[in-house]
């Protein structure tokens, strides 16, 4: 069963507007919550992260908020530019426990 | 900056072939992961190691099994390859087990089993 979700596999958006991804999950234990980034034929690598004691973290273009009521989360990315074009996982962890990944949203920004 | 290093970024084997998937870390991280990613399912965790000699199963372990004999390698070894196993490998490191100690991954590994 997946605890982490990304219900939209794609998302296009022009360039200089805002990009949301959005991710839900269902394990009210998890703390702790981080967004990874993928290029195509590269790893994914760590963009920004979040605890559960906050409702926002922001990292110049990237802003991450939770509503923990709502089991929800989602990554701004302000403005968009055509270098964001990637494939954006969300990723949860229960205390010291491993990380569940959602499956992905592919953002795609149009010049 | 941390770099992971996955020997191979394209494999091709055979069905019933014995499979070596080789992982190097350079920052001296405690911890080690293999995952697969498949589309439509993200990625799930196969088999990660706290420490030297140390395993312990992730969610997929079934076909799968881990060596790490030194701090920076981590093995993953496919017994008996199986069609259902091609899909692409990551291989990732993080410094410890604190909340904040994010994943590096390597570039991937495609493996197809023919």
């Known amino acids: 069963d997946q605890q982490v979700k990304q219900n939209s596999p794609s998302l296009s958006v022009q360039e200089g507007r805002i990009s949301i991804l959005n991710c839900d999950y269902t394990?009210?234990?998890?703390?702790?919550f981080l967004w990874y980034k993928k290029y195509p034929a590269e790893g994914p690598t760590f963009l920004i992260s979040?605890?559960?004691?906050?409702d926002k973290n922001e990292d110049g273009r990237f802003t991450v908020f939770l509503n923990k009521s709502a089991k929800h989360l989602s990554l701004h990315i302000v403005p968009s530019q055509p270098g964001d074009s990637a494939v954006y996982f969300c990723?949860?962890?229960?205390?010291?426990?491993?990380?569940?990944f959602g499956t992905g949203t592919r953002l795609t920004v149009i010049p | 900056d941390v770099k992971v290093t996955q020997s191979s970024r394209y494999l091709v084997k055979r069905t019933g072939e014995k499979v070596f998937l080789e992982c190097v870390q350079d920052?001296?991280?405690?911890?080690m992961f293999w995952y697969r990613q498949d589309p439509g399912l993200g990625l799930r965790l196969i088999y990660f190691?706290?420490?030297?000699?140390?395993?312990e199963k992730g969610d997929i372990p079934e076909g799968y099994s881990v060596s790490r004999e030194k701090k920076e390698r981590f093995s993953l070894i496919l017994e008996s390859a199986s069609t259902n196993q091609t899909s692409m490998y990551l291989c990732?490191?993080?410094?410890?087990?604190?909340?904040?100690?994010?994943?590096?991954f390597g570039n991937g590994t495609r493996l197809t089993v023919t």
């Open positions: 990732a490191s993080s410094m410890n087990r604190g909340l904040s100690s994010p994943l590096h």
């Open positions: 394990n009210s234990m998890f703390d702790y």
């Open positions: 990723a949860a962890r229960a205390g010291a426990n491993n990380l569940f």
């Open positions: 979040i605890s559960s004691i906050k």
């Open positions: 920052m001296d991280h405690e911890n």
């Open positions: 190691s706290y420490d030297v000699k140390m395993k």
